[in-house]
Protein backbone atom coordinates (compact mmCIF):
# COMPACT_ATOMS: atom_id res chain seq x y z
CA UNK A 1 0.00 0.00 0.00
CA UNK A 2 1.51 3.61 -1.10
CA UNK A 3 1.86 5.88 2.11
CA UNK A 4 1.77 9.31 1.37
CA UNK A 5 4.02 11.89 2.96
CA UNK A 6 4.65 15.36 3.17
CA UNK A 7 7.51 16.29 1.35
CA UNK A 8 8.68 19.16 3.64
CA UNK A 9 10.69 22.55 2.98
CA UNK A 10 10.87 21.89 -1.37
CA UNK A 11 10.11 25.80 -2.67
CA UNK A 12 10.27 29.19 -1.85
CA UNK A 13 9.73 31.17 0.42
CA UNK A 14 10.14 27.87 2.74
CA UNK A 15 13.28 26.95 1.80
CA UNK A 16 14.98 30.15 2.75
CA UNK A 17 13.27 30.00 5.80
CA UNK A 18 14.41 27.00 7.03
CA UNK A 19 17.91 27.75 5.89
CA UNK A 20 17.71 31.22 7.91
CA UNK A 21 15.87 30.49 11.68
CA UNK A 22 16.61 32.01 14.62
CA UNK A 23 19.29 30.47 16.92
CA UNK A 24 20.53 31.60 20.73
CA UNK A 25 20.36 34.82 20.31
CA UNK A 26 16.48 35.07 19.84
CA UNK A 27 15.83 31.95 21.54
CA UNK A 28 17.80 31.74 24.83
CA UNK A 29 18.79 28.26 26.00
CA UNK A 30 17.27 29.11 29.35
CA UNK A 31 13.92 29.57 28.20
CA UNK A 32 14.00 27.29 25.14
CA UNK A 33 14.87 23.61 24.31
CA UNK A 34 17.67 24.75 21.40
CA UNK A 35 19.40 21.65 21.79
CA UNK A 36 16.12 19.41 20.01
CA UNK A 37 16.28 22.19 16.55
CA UNK A 38 13.62 24.74 15.55
CA UNK A 39 10.72 22.27 14.31
CA UNK A 40 8.47 24.79 11.88
CA UNK A 41 5.19 23.56 10.84
CA UNK A 42 2.44 20.89 9.22
CA UNK A 43 0.26 20.90 6.81
CA UNK A 44 -0.08 22.82 3.38
CA UNK A 45 2.67 24.86 2.20
CA UNK A 46 1.53 24.53 -1.62
CA UNK A 47 -0.49 27.45 -1.16
CA UNK A 48 -3.61 25.09 -0.58
CA UNK A 49 -4.62 25.75 2.64
CA UNK A 50 -8.16 27.37 3.37
CA UNK A 51 -7.25 27.79 7.37
CA UNK A 52 -3.65 28.38 9.36
CA UNK A 53 -3.61 27.34 12.97
CA UNK A 54 -1.08 29.32 15.47
CA UNK A 55 -0.20 26.57 18.28
CA UNK A 56 2.36 28.09 20.83
CA UNK A 57 5.32 25.44 21.09
CA UNK A 58 6.69 22.02 20.09
CA UNK A 59 7.04 19.11 22.75
CA UNK A 60 8.80 15.67 22.85
CA UNK A 61 6.57 14.23 19.93
CA UNK A 62 7.30 17.15 17.55
CA UNK A 63 11.24 16.79 18.36
CA UNK A 64 11.24 13.33 16.98
CA UNK A 65 8.75 13.72 13.98
CA UNK A 66 9.36 17.07 12.67
CA UNK A 67 6.30 18.50 12.32
CA UNK A 68 4.14 20.63 14.73
CA UNK A 69 1.13 19.59 16.64
CA UNK A 70 1.27 15.69 16.06
CA UNK A 71 0.50 14.43 19.06
CA UNK A 72 -3.40 15.11 21.22
CA UNK A 73 -3.29 18.87 20.68
CA UNK A 74 -2.86 18.22 17.19
CA UNK A 75 -5.42 15.64 17.28
CA UNK A 76 -7.91 17.93 19.20
CA UNK A 77 -7.35 20.56 16.32
CA UNK A 78 -7.61 18.41 14.20
CA UNK A 79 -11.37 17.42 14.70
CA UNK A 80 -12.02 21.07 15.16
CA UNK A 81 -10.92 21.77 11.59
CA UNK A 82 -13.19 18.39 10.46
CA UNK A 83 -16.09 20.15 12.04
CA UNK A 84 -15.62 23.25 9.46
CA UNK A 85 -15.13 20.81 6.67
CA UNK A 86 -11.31 20.85 6.37
CA UNK A 87 -9.62 17.77 6.66
CA UNK A 88 -6.64 18.57 4.10
CA UNK A 89 -6.71 22.69 2.93
CA UNK A 90 -4.78 23.81 6.31
CA UNK A 91 -1.51 24.54 7.74
CA UNK A 92 0.20 25.14 11.49
CA UNK A 93 2.68 27.23 12.58
CA UNK A 94 3.85 27.92 16.20
CA UNK A 95 4.66 30.85 17.91
CA UNK A 96 7.56 29.62 18.91
CA UNK A 97 10.27 27.62 16.69
CA UNK A 98 11.68 25.83 19.78
CA UNK A 99 10.11 24.05 22.95
CA UNK A 100 9.59 26.21 25.74
CA UNK A 101 11.62 25.55 28.72
CA UNK A 102 9.95 26.76 31.73
CA UNK A 103 8.89 30.08 30.70
CA UNK A 104 9.16 32.43 28.10
CA UNK A 105 10.01 36.22 29.42
CA UNK A 106 8.45 39.31 28.21
CA UNK A 107 11.85 40.81 26.86
CA UNK A 108 12.31 37.65 24.48
CA UNK A 109 8.70 37.40 23.84
CA UNK A 110 8.83 41.07 22.38
CA UNK A 111 12.20 40.06 20.94
CA UNK A 112 12.12 41.97 17.52
CA UNK A 113 14.00 39.31 15.75
CA UNK A 114 11.80 36.35 16.56
CA UNK A 115 8.74 38.35 15.84
CA UNK A 116 10.22 39.24 12.35
CA UNK A 117 11.31 35.56 11.53
CA UNK A 118 7.68 34.27 12.53
CA UNK A 119 5.78 37.74 10.14
CA UNK A 120 7.84 35.84 7.41
CA UNK A 121 6.49 32.83 8.09
CA UNK A 122 3.02 34.27 8.27
CA UNK A 123 3.66 36.57 5.53
CA UNK A 124 4.32 33.62 3.84
CA UNK A 125 1.18 31.77 4.40
CA UNK A 126 -1.35 34.61 4.48
CA UNK A 127 0.06 36.70 2.26
CA UNK A 128 -1.73 36.61 -1.59
CA UNK A 129 -2.88 33.44 -0.26
CA UNK A 130 -6.22 31.85 -0.28
CA UNK A 131 -6.50 31.26 3.82
CA UNK A 132 -10.12 32.18 4.81
CA UNK A 133 -9.82 32.16 8.66
CA UNK A 134 -7.47 32.24 11.06
CA UNK A 135 -7.57 30.45 14.88
CA UNK A 136 -5.03 31.18 17.34
CA UNK A 137 -4.57 28.75 20.41
CA UNK A 138 -3.52 30.03 23.36
CA UNK A 139 -2.77 33.36 24.53
CA UNK A 140 0.96 33.51 22.84
CA UNK A 141 -0.68 32.52 19.55
CA UNK A 142 -2.78 35.36 19.82
CA UNK A 143 -0.63 37.76 20.95
CA UNK A 144 2.13 36.57 17.24
CA UNK A 145 -1.24 37.20 16.20
CA UNK A 146 -1.77 40.95 17.24
CA UNK A 147 2.26 41.42 15.92
CA UNK A 148 1.89 40.34 12.80
CA UNK A 149 -1.56 42.37 12.33
CA UNK A 150 -0.15 45.57 12.99
CA UNK A 151 2.77 44.57 10.18
CA UNK A 152 2.30 46.96 7.33
CA UNK A 153 1.72 43.44 4.96
CA UNK A 154 -0.52 42.40 7.19
CA UNK A 155 -2.97 45.29 6.07
CA UNK A 156 -3.81 43.55 2.54
CA UNK A 157 -5.40 40.40 4.01
CA UNK A 158 -8.62 39.90 4.97
CA UNK A 159 -9.21 36.66 7.02
CA UNK A 160 -11.38 36.26 9.69
CA UNK A 161 -9.66 35.36 12.94
CA UNK A 162 -10.59 33.72 16.32
CA UNK A 163 -8.16 33.15 19.52
CA UNK A 164 -9.19 30.01 21.47
CA UNK A 165 -8.62 28.05 24.50
CA UNK A 166 -5.45 25.90 23.73
CA UNK A 167 -6.08 22.24 23.37
CA UNK A 168 -4.39 21.01 26.25
CA UNK A 169 -5.11 24.20 29.02
CA UNK A 170 -7.58 21.86 30.89
CA UNK A 171 -4.66 19.47 31.51
CA UNK A 172 -2.24 21.84 32.16
CA UNK A 173 -5.00 24.18 34.23
CA UNK A 174 -6.31 20.68 36.69
CA UNK A 175 -2.89 19.44 37.25
CA UNK A 176 -4.49 15.75 38.29
CA UNK A 177 -7.72 16.97 39.54
CA UNK A 178 -10.14 15.22 38.27
CA UNK A 179 -13.16 17.24 38.78
CA UNK A 180 -11.39 20.23 37.80
CA UNK A 181 -10.38 19.04 34.25
CA UNK A 182 -14.13 18.57 33.44
CA UNK A 183 -15.05 21.77 34.45
CA UNK A 184 -12.17 22.98 32.68
CA UNK A 185 -13.25 20.77 29.77
CA UNK A 186 -16.47 21.91 29.34
CA UNK A 187 -15.49 25.50 29.33
CA UNK A 188 -12.74 24.71 26.64
CA UNK A 189 -15.53 23.01 24.04
CA UNK A 190 -18.00 25.77 25.02
CA UNK A 191 -15.28 28.70 23.78
CA UNK A 192 -14.54 26.13 20.96
CA UNK A 193 -18.36 26.11 19.83
CA UNK A 194 -18.03 29.88 19.83
CA UNK A 195 -15.08 29.81 17.99
CA UNK A 196 -16.67 27.49 15.37
CA UNK A 197 -19.81 29.79 14.91
CA UNK A 198 -17.91 32.69 14.34
CA UNK A 199 -15.44 31.21 11.80
CA UNK A 200 -17.60 28.74 9.58
CA UNK A 201 -19.64 31.41 7.72
CA UNK A 202 -15.94 32.48 6.55
CA UNK A 203 -14.76 29.25 5.63
CA UNK A 204 -16.21 28.88 2.10
CA UNK A 205 -13.71 26.37 0.41
CA UNK A 206 -14.00 22.88 2.09
CA UNK A 207 -12.78 20.07 1.85
CA UNK A 208 -15.49 18.12 3.00
CA UNK A 209 -18.98 19.50 2.93
CA UNK A 210 -20.18 19.26 6.51
CA UNK A 211 -22.89 20.51 8.69
CA UNK A 212 -21.69 21.86 11.68
CA UNK A 213 -22.40 19.69 14.94
CA UNK A 214 -21.08 21.85 17.80
CA UNK A 215 -19.93 20.20 20.77
CA UNK A 216 -21.10 18.59 24.14
CA UNK A 217 -20.10 19.24 27.63
CA UNK A 218 -16.79 16.73 27.97
CA UNK A 219 -14.76 14.75 24.63
CA UNK A 220 -16.72 12.30 22.72
CA UNK A 221 -15.93 9.73 20.05
CA UNK A 222 -14.68 11.31 17.01
CA UNK A 223 -13.74 14.75 18.29
CA UNK A 224 -10.07 13.94 18.27
CA UNK A 225 -9.15 13.35 14.54
CA UNK A 226 -6.46 10.71 13.55
CA UNK A 227 -3.71 13.47 11.89
CA UNK A 228 -3.16 12.24 8.42
CA UNK A 229 -0.62 10.41 7.10
CA UNK A 230 0.20 12.75 4.61
CA UNK A 231 0.89 15.63 7.29
CA UNK A 232 3.83 13.09 8.25
CA UNK A 233 7.59 13.28 6.71
CA UNK A 234 8.28 10.08 4.15
CA UNK A 235 8.73 6.60 6.35
CA UNK A 236 7.38 7.69 9.43
CA UNK A 237 6.21 4.35 11.27
CA UNK A 238 2.71 4.22 11.62
CA UNK A 239 2.69 3.84 15.63
CA UNK A 240 4.49 7.51 15.77
CA UNK A 241 1.46 9.18 14.01
CA UNK A 242 -1.76 7.07 16.04
CA UNK A 243 -1.10 7.95 19.81
CA UNK A 244 1.32 9.45 22.15
CA UNK A 245 3.56 8.31 25.04
CA UNK A 246 5.94 6.85 22.92
CA UNK A 247 8.10 9.85 23.28
CA UNK A 248 9.22 10.79 26.83
CA UNK A 249 12.06 13.14 28.63
CA UNK A 250 13.23 10.74 30.82
CA UNK A 251 16.16 11.20 33.44
CA UNK A 252 16.56 11.71 37.32
CA UNK A 253 16.85 14.80 36.57
CA UNK A 254 15.96 18.58 35.42
CA UNK A 255 19.31 18.45 33.08
CA UNK A 256 18.67 14.77 31.90
CA UNK A 257 15.42 15.34 31.22
CA UNK A 258 16.81 18.14 28.89
CA UNK A 259 19.36 15.79 27.60
CA UNK A 260 17.01 12.33 27.09
CA UNK A 261 14.12 11.78 24.47
CA UNK A 262 13.29 8.07 25.09
CA UNK A 263 11.61 6.83 21.76
CA UNK A 264 9.33 3.48 22.84
CA UNK A 265 7.98 1.17 20.52
CA UNK A 266 4.12 0.78 21.80
CA UNK A 267 3.13 -2.63 23.23
CA UNK A 268 1.28 -4.64 19.92
CA UNK A 269 3.86 -3.51 17.41
CA UNK A 270 6.40 -6.04 18.21
CA UNK A 271 5.43 -9.97 19.91
N1 LIG B 1 2.59 20.94 20.01
C1 LIG B 1 2.85 22.00 19.23
O1 LIG B 1 3.64 21.93 18.29
N2 LIG B 1 2.21 23.16 19.52
C2 LIG B 1 1.33 23.27 20.51
O2 LIG B 1 0.76 24.35 20.69
C3 LIG B 1 1.07 22.13 21.30
C4 LIG B 1 1.72 20.97 21.03
Redesign the pocket.
Known amino acids: MPHPFDPGYVAEPFLTLCAEYPEANVYPPEQFRLEWGPMFHRGRLDGSAHVLVI ?5 QH ?1 TVVRR ?2 V ?1 E ?2 RRVQGLLAKLGITRSYVFI ?1 TYMYSVYGSVKAKTRKGPTLIDYRNRWLNALLVGRQVEAVLA ?1 GQAADEAWQFWKATPAAQSVNVAYVAVT ?1 PTQPESSSKGDKTKLVAATKKLLQNWNAALQALSPSVQHVDVPTLLVLYGESWVDGDRVAIPESDFPAGLPAWMHEQDGWAKRTGADDLAKRRNNTRTVPKGILA
Do not use: M, S
Request: hydrophobic share 35%; charged share 15%; glycine share 22%.
Open positions: GQDPAEILGAGNLH
